[in-house]
């Protein structure tokens, strides 16, 4: 901590005087950083073009805005690779109103510097000849750094007006000889390179008249495919023609593949009867899975599933580091991490309005409400005279969880300040930690040009600041999107079991919807599932269950179940209505009772349920204390009765109950928007304990491709959550809400450590149960001594 006073103390004490450089220094740092890594020259387009290996990033992720920003990813090179002599290439456009004096791009391999480029000047080429031993063999990490001012504008609007992006078809690495052709099973994740536009195509083969068990096994080898390229915006088709630049993938027994040659299905892989066939001009890598039989076939399969599941890529630690950080680093109850543990490295920033995050990940059971709250160290630092409205916003998945104001005459330091961070606004799998700071300055109104140029430093916030996640509850709740597509396996991110998908039809158009968000789905939880196609309802529940399609094709069956209104009911306001309730009497409970607690229909299945465990409580301690009576040790009376109150207590609270309706009723459903093109509604299973039913759906077949393909593909798979989310009009904005009721189920071994922390968090998510539950017992508790006190004492004749 002195240490860290010492730093930051000096950092203050010459804020005033830090500046980013001029024209001239900024050409000197470029000499020196090109030294490290590399040298920059000016190059011509059609001398690139075909010799690329594209950056594995969208359009959306290569796009800065604001006055500063940062970018990292993770490119696999091929040992031949990095003995030849390499290229990087970024093709710049910026906005005109960059100020060039003091707006930079730093480009960064394996954290060292290797080049910079000054903004503002129109479109650009930066090439920049990477030093031997610059790139290593496996996954390298790419980062690239922007620092961007508004030439004449001074105010927090000018800063929405620049922008930097970089083409996504015309930058990346650039190889003497062009690339190489991956020939290995271990080197698939250099075939990402073969997109143009940070999508990995997926050609699945199936054959004429394909059955649902052949689409199963071919989509198990598409998971598998997914994870062992480390693909995280895949999409796949089922139709023909494959894009030359797509990976294909066949399954089938030796027979149905050998076209006269079985010898090619013997299997180059490790794993038996798996063959990987490089690409060639014109033909897309082939990786085919064969068997004898179909059960050598599923063996195959089974045996190429362990093998990604187990599959470490290779790389530099920034490269891997790049890599764990796209899916944000996993954290677990009552552990603390840096931010710089997490991503974040310090920077002065000199801009007015500040933007930094970081991504973590919480198991699947994590349960989030408000029975604890973690902590926020924060070590930071802001200038003197800043405005009034100056202040830091800390957001968790994008609710505000703290602020601070900024606005001090004199310069302050923020030294280890503890920060509310309410477990409520966390949820299972991905988490981003946000800050942003509006930091205006009595200099603004001048906007004096040469200040401009030598902008200083308003604000650092130092990466030794600290996140503390308290011990938490962990137990399954469905519905929870976030679990599914963050936290862990099948449908309810839970311990992974089978996966009925329901399609309308195993035509191309179902399929390539269905294929492109479950293999997503493997890559974010990291395993693939067992899947089971269909076109119909299963007869028996088996788990997890998934449907894809139109409103009108989806069974009325799995609309109740998700609580997603059908279209027979319309599309309203977008506004969710109270979910159906059983309209059963609560047992033991007079008519009277709920007229003087006015209890609504949620609270008479809360109240029926809680009267049942009661009785139930009651003869279960009238059980254990019968058990004396038996020659029985004291450990195992202890251990009999803590499970048995156990089951009690989940009973008396009603935790683990969903209330339901077999005659569902449409328009007490949740109403999609007017606008919205899709719809992941989820809800429980209707028998089966911890298993989830999930609806992906739009209101027709082209919508609901187009938006698969948009969630798939950019950041807005992070944005699932809740019971329901939607993504609404030709933007694609998302919208997630939580649904009214929720079921319960146990995944860890049961404590009453765990059971306090999640009954706790069960009373702050339904807090009028938890009132009308108190009242109730306290109006119990008046009765039975008001009776007691009456049967004792000396009466009066």
């Not at 030849?84 to 100020?99: E, F, G």
């Not at 992070?718 to 189920?745: C, H, K, Q, V």
Request: with cysteine; hydrophobic share 45%.
């Amino acid at each position: 901590m002195t240490l860290y006073r010492s730093l930051a103390c000096a950092a203050l004490a010459g804020l005033s005087a830090i500046a980013v450089t001029t024209a001239a220094a900024t050409a000197q740092q470029t000499a020196a950083a090109f030294a490290i890594g590399g040298t920059a020259r000016a190059i011509s387009p059609a001398t690139e073009a075909g010799r690329l290996a594209p950056l594995p990033a969208t359009a959306e992720q290569l796009s800065f805005s604001g006055e500063s920003g940062a970018r990292q990813f993770a490119l696999y090179v091929l040992p031949v690779e990095t003995t030849r002599t390499s290229r990087l290439v970024l093709w710049l456009q910026s906005a005109v109103s960059i100020m060039p004096e003091s707006s930079s791009l730093r480009v960064f391999v394996n954290d060292l510097p290797v080049g910079t480029a000054t903004l503002g000047t129109g479109e650009q080429a930066l090439s920049i000849d990477l030093a031997p031993g610059t790139l290593q063999p496996g996954f390298n990490q790419i980062r690239i750094a922007v620092d961007q001012h508004h030439r004449v504008d001074c105010s927090r609007a000018g800063t929405y007006e620049l922008w930097t992006t970089i083409d996504p078809k015309r930058s990346g690495l650039f190889f003497d000889g062009g690339m190489t052709a991956v020939t290995a099973l271990e080197d698939m994740p250099a075939l990402a390179r073969r997109s143009t536009d940070g999508v990995t195509t997926i050609h699945a083969f199936l054959p004429a008249g394909a059955s649902p068990a052949d689409v199963d096994r071919t989509m198990s080898a598409v998971q598998s495919a997914v994870l062992l390229g480390e693909f995280s915006n895949p999409q796949v088709t089922f139709a023909k023609p494959a894009d030359p630049a797509a990976i294909e993938v066949v399954v089938g027994t030796q027979s149905t593949l050998a076209g006269g040659n079985p010898s090619r299905l013997a299997g180059n892989t490790p794993i038996p009867s798996v063959t990987f066939e490089p690409g060639a001009i014109g033909r897309a890598p082939r990786l085919i899975v064969s068997g004898t039989t179909v059960e050598d076939l599923e063996q195959s399969l089974q045996q190429l599933s362990a093998a990604a599941v187990k599959h470490r890529p290779a790389g530099t630690a920034s490269g891997q580091r790049a890599l764990a950080e796209a899916k944000g680093r996993a954290l677990a109850g009552g552990q603390s991490i840096s931010l710089a543990a997490l991503g974040m490295q310090t920077r002065q920033f000199t801009g007015r309005f500040y933007t930094e995050q970081v991504a973590f990940q919480l198991p699947a059971d994590f349960y989030p409400a408000d029975y604890a709250d973690g902590e926020l160290a924060l070590n930071a630092g802001y200038t003197a005279r800043l405005s009034d409205g100056a202040q830091l916003v800390v957001r968790a998945n994008g609710r505000v969880v703290s602020t601070i104001k900024l606005h001090s005459s004199r310069r302050g330091l923020i030294d280890n300040q503890k920060l509310r961070l309410p477990l409520s606004a966390l949820q299972p799998g991905k988490n981003i930690l946000s800050f942003e700071a509006n930091l205006p300055s009595d200099s603004d109104a001048a906007c004096d040009p040469a200040v401009q140029a030598n902008p200083p430093v308003r604000l650092f916030i130092s990466d030794t600041s600290t996140l503390k996640i308290p011990p938490f509850a962990r137990v399954g709740h469905l519905p929870e999107l976030a679990a599914m597509t963050g936290g862990g396996g099948g449908a309810n991110g839970g311990s992974q079991r089978d996966l009925s998908v329901v399609v309308g039809a195993l035509d191309p158009a179902h399929l390539d919807v269905a294929g492109s968000f479950l293999a997503k789905l493997a890559w974010s939880v990291g395993r693939p599932a067992d899947l089971h196609f269909q076109t119909t309802m299963p007869h028996e529940e088996t788990g997890d269950l998934i449907g894809f399609g139109t409103y009108t094709q989806l069974p009325q069956e799995l609309l109740a179940a998700a609580r997603l209104a059908s279209p027979e009911t319309g599309f309203g306001s977008g506004q969710t209505s109270g979910l159906l309730v059983r309209d059963a009497a609560a047992a033991d409970l007079s008519e009277d009772w709920k007229k003087a607690f006015e209890t609504d229909t949620g609270d008479q299945g809360i109240a029926e349920a809680a009267a049942r465990g009661a009785t139930a409580a009651v003869s279960g301690f009238q059980s254990f204390v019968s058990s004396f009576a038996e020659p029985v040790d004291l450990a195992t009376r202890l251990k009999t009765l803590g499970a048995d109150l156990g089951d009690r207590a989940l009973a008396f609270a009603g935790l683990s109950q969903w209330a339901g309706d077999d005659d569902f009723d449409p328009a007490m459903a949740y109403r999609p928007a007017s606008d919205a093109s899709l719809v992941i509604a989820q809800g429980p299973a209707p028998e089966a304990e911890g298993a989830a039913w999930t609806i992906v759906a739009a209101s027709d077949a082209p919508a609901l491709a187009k938006s698969v393909a948009m969630l798939t593909t950019t950041s807005r798979w992070n944005a699932i959550g809740g019971g329901f989310t939607s993504m609404r009009g030709d933007a694609g904005a998302m919208e997630s809400r939580p649904a009214a009721e929720e079921r319960l189920f146990e995944t860890q071994p049961r404590s009453l450590g765990n059971l306090r922390l999640v009954v706790a968090g069960w009373f702050s998510r339904h807090t009028q149960s938890y009132v009308t539950g108190l009242l109730a017992i306290c109006l119990l508790l008046g009765a039975t001594t008001y009776l007691f006190v009456r049967s004792i004492g000396e009466r009066r004749p």
